[in-house]
Nanobody, 113 residues
Framework: QVRLVESGGGLVQPGGSLRLSCAAS????????MDWYRQAPGKERELVAS???????NYADSVKGRFTISRDNAKSTVYLQMNSLKSEDTAVYYC???????WGQGTQVTVSS
């Protein structure tokens, strides 16, 4: 059974930082590209960042220079380091496998003073 479990969300002030983690099980993690998506209230889910099995990364323009995606294959975990957070980053963040379309349950990130 494939499971993706996100953690690390919470409430943070504008300008602050959070690191999200997504632990995978039931898959050969090193063979999957991984993505982080987010969905804000009333908006469509959008791709935030992705990392390939070869460690190539890609970011949405809105987070370039502020967010960093990384992976640790030994721990079957993908991370999203989020710095200089803005109120518009408030959303539920989901991890996702680039192929086979597996999703985590999401973790809430709220940026507010």
């Amino acid at each position: 059974q494939v499971r993706l479990v996100e953690s690390g969300g919470g409430l943070v002030q504008p300008g602050g930082s959070l690191r999200l983690s997504c632990a995978a099980s039931g898959v050969m993690f090193s063979r999957y590209g991984m993505d982080w998506y987010r969905q804000a209230p009333g908006k469509e889910r959008e791709l935030v960042a992705s990392i390939t099995i070869g460690y190539r990364v890609n970011y949405a323009d809105s987070v370039k220079g502020r967010f960093t995606i990384s992976r640790d294959n030994a721990k079957s975990t993908v991370y999203l380091q989020m710095n200089s957070l803005k109120s518009e980053d408030t959303a539920v963040y989901y991890c996702h496998t680039t192929r086979d379309d597996y999703w985590g349950q999401g973790t809430q990130v709220t940026v507010s003073s």
